[in-house]
C-alpha cells in the first residue's frame, strides 16, 4: 500500500485541470515512475495524487500541419524509441530514452514526467534542450507554449502554472529539418544507473557537406538544470568541417558549464567527460550528417 | 494538520490470465498488492518494491512492468499475465519455464518468474537478437545467485528453439 491521502483519476485533459483547480494541493502521477518511488521513500508521503495516467489523448507521436513534431506528454519512452517519426527525423531522442533504466522503466516513464521533475540527469533533456524543444502547457486559462529553456526554473522545479498539466513536447520543422544528432550518456553501469553527465549534439551541414551550418549541444549534470553551451557552438557555426574543428569545439564547452562534485563524480572529472562527450558526439553527428573528417 | 484518512475503493475490471476478472481495490494498491492479496498470484514477488529489482514484473498487454510501482487501479480494462498464465492445461510448463530448468538458470528463484516475463515479451516479438541485445533487454532484472550467464542461455536457446533455426555455438 502506498501512503496516500486520496486519488482523483482524469480521463481527458479537461478532467485534468477541471481536478487540479479543485484540488490545488494535489500533485501529478503520470506513470509514477519518480512519484510513487519517493512516496515510498517518504518524501512524498500522505500526499493527494491526480493521476492523468489514463488519459490515452495524451500518448504518440504526430505531426501537425507546418511539420512541427507533437509528442504527446504521456508518450512511454519504449514507444518513443519505436515511433517511425521519431526515428526519421529525431532518432536521437529515440536513442537517449532508450539509455534510461531498464526495459521495464522505459514502458512506464512517460516524456512528460522526464521534464516536469526538472532533474538535469533526465536523459531525455539534454537532447531536447539542444533541438530548442518547446513545452505545450494547458491550463484553466488555455494552452500556453514555452521554450523547453525556460520552462526549466531551478534543480527539482519548472515553470506550471496552478491548474496546469503538460500535454506534449513540440519539436519545430526548423530544428529537425536537415539536422542529426547523437547523445552520449556516461555512467559507471550500462544499465539502471543515472547519468554521471548527458551530452546531445547535433549538426546541420551545408548541401557539399563540407561547412558546418548549424550545431547544437547541450549537457545534463553539467549545472543544477540542462543547459546549453553557447560558446562551443559559435566556436562551430559556419566553419569548415575538420578534425581541428572537432578538437576546438569540445575545448570550448569549458567556458560554458560549471559541473560539481557529487559522490557520482568529481567536478574535475565531469569536465574532462564534458570535453570527450562534446568531441565524440560532434564527430559522430558530422558522421550521421554525411560529413568526413 | 492532516483530515482524518477516509478509506477510498474502486472496482477495476481486467482481463487476469485469459479470465476476465473484477475486484474492489484500495485506491492505495500497488498493483503488486492487487495481484498477490486478492489473486493469489503469488509468482509476483515482493523485492525492492521501488522498480529497481524486476522481481514483481508481469506483461501488460504485451509489454513488460513493474507491478509494484504501477497503481492497482490502471489495471482497469487491461490484459495482464503472470507466470501462472504461462502453464497448460494440466499444469505443463511452457518451453521457456522448461529452459530455465535445463540451463540451470534457476537457484533461489525469486527472480524467475520476473525474468520468464520479461523474456515472453522478447520471445513473442519473433524477433532474432544478438546476445548483445539480449543482454540489454534482460537489464531491468536482478538476480544474487545465477550470475546470468545461464539465464541469458535459457533464453537465447529458447529463441533459436521457437525460430525453427539451429543455436550458433
Ligand atoms: C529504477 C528506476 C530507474 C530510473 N532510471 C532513469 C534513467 O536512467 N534516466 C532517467 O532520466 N530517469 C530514470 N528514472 C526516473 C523516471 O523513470 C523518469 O524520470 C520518468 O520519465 C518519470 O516519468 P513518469 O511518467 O513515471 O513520472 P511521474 O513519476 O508520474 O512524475 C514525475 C514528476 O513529474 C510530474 N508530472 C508528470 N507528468 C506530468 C505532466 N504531464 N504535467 C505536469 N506534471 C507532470 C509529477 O507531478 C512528478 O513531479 C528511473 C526511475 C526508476 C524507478
Ligand atoms: S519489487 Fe518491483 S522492481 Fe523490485
Ligand atoms: S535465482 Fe536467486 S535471485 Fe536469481
Redesign the interface.
Known amino acids: 500500500?502506498?501512503?496516500?491521502?486520496?486519488?482523483y483519476?482524469a480521463g481527458s485533459v479537461d478532467e485534468a485541470v477541471a481536478l487540479r483547480v479543485a484540488h490545488p494541493d494535489a500533485q501529478i502521477?503520470a506513470g509514477?515512475?519518480d512519484v510513487?518511488?519517493q512516496m515510498?521513500?517518504g518524501k512524498r508521503a500522505?500526499a493527494e495524487l491526480i493521476?492523468i495516467?489514463?488519459i490515452d489523448a495524451l500518448r504518440g507521436v504526430s505531426q501537425e500541419a507546418d511539420g512541427t513534431l507533437r509528442i504527446g506528454s504521456l508518450t512511454s519512452f519504449?514507444h518513443i524509441t519505436k515511433d517511425p517519426l521519431i526515428q526519421q527525423y529525431i532518432n536521437v531522442l529515440g536513442e537517449a530514452v532508450d539509455q534510461v533504466?531498464?526495459?521495464?522503466?522505459r514502458?512506464?516513464g512517460t516524456i512528460g514526467g522526464n521534464t516536469c521533475n526538472g532533474v538535469t540527469s533526465a536523459d531525455s533533456a539534454s537532447t531536447l534542450f539542444a533541438w530548442d524543444a518547446i513545452v505545450e502547457l494547458t491550463g484553466p486559462d488555455g494552452v500556453r507554449r514555452q521554450p523547453i529553456h525556460d520552462f526549466y526554473l531551478k534543480a527539482g522545479k519548472v515553470d506550471l502554472h496552478p491548474g496546469e498539466i503538460q500535454t506534449a513536447i513540440l519539436i519545430p520543422k526548423e530544428s529537425y529539418e536537415n539536422t542529426f544528432g547523437h547523445y552520449i550518456k556516461y555512467a559507471m553501469r550500462?544499465?539502471?544507473d543515472i547519468a554521471t553527465l548527458g551530452t546531445s549534439v547535433n549538426v546541420r551541414l551545408s548541401a557539399d557537406k563540407k561547412t558546418v551550418e548549424r550545431t547544437r549541444i547541450a549537457f545534463g549534470v553539467a549545472g543544477p538544470v540542462p543547459l546549453r553551451a553557447a560558446t562551443a557552438e559559435q566556436t562551430a557555426n559556419g566553419q569548415p568541417v575538420s578534425q581541428e574543428l572537432a578538437e576546438a569545439f569540445s575545448q570550448a564547452v569549458k567556458a560554458d558549464i560549471n559541473p560539481r562534485d557529487s559522490w557520482r563524480a568529481s567536478r574535475d572529472f565531469r569536465m574532462h567527460i564534458a570535453v570527450e562527450s562534446a568531441k565524440r558526439a560532434f564527430i559522430e553527428s558530422v558522421r550521421l550528417a554525411g560529413g568526413e573528417l | 494538520m492532516a483530515e482524518k484518512f477516509v478509506k477510498q475503493y474502486k472496482t477495476v475490471h481486467f482481463n487476469l490470465n485469459g479470465n476476465d476478472v473484477e475486484r474492489s481495490v484500495d485506491v492505495r494498491a500497488s498493483l503488486t498488492d492487487m495481484l498477490r492479496n486478492d489473486f493469489r498470484m503469488t509468482s509476483v514477488k515482493k523485492g525492492c518494491e521501488v522498480g529497481e529489482c524486476g522481481a514483481c514484473n508481469v506483461l501488460i498487454d504485451g509489454e513488460a512492468f513493474n507491478s509494484c510501482i504501477y497503481l492497482a487501479v490502471w489495471a482497469e480494462g487491461k490484459h495482464i499475465r503472470t507466470l501462472e498464465g504461462l502453464l497448460g492445461p494440466d499444469g505443463e510448463m511452457s518451453d521457456i519455464q522448461q529452459a530455465f530448468i535445463d540451463e540451470a538458470a534457476i537457484q533461489c528463484g525469486f527472480c524467475t518468474p520476473g525474468f520468464i516475463l520479461t523474456a515472453v515479451e522478447i520471445l513473442e516479438t519473433g524477433k532474432e537478437y544478438t546476445d548483445a541485445e539480449l543482454r540489454k533487454l534482460l537489464s531491468g532484472h536482478l538476480c544474487r545467485c545465477t550470475g546470468y550467464e545461464n539465464i541469458l542461455r535459457a533464453v537465447k536457446k529458447t529463441m533459436y528453439k521457437r525460430l525453427g533455426k539451429a543455436m550458433p555455438e
Open positions: 500500500m502506498y501512503d496516500m491521502k486520496a486519488l483519476e502521477i509514477g515512475s510513487l518511488v515510498r521513500e500522505g493521476s495516467y489514463g519504449s533504466g531498464g526495459p521495464q522503466i514502458n512506464i550500462n544499465a539502471m
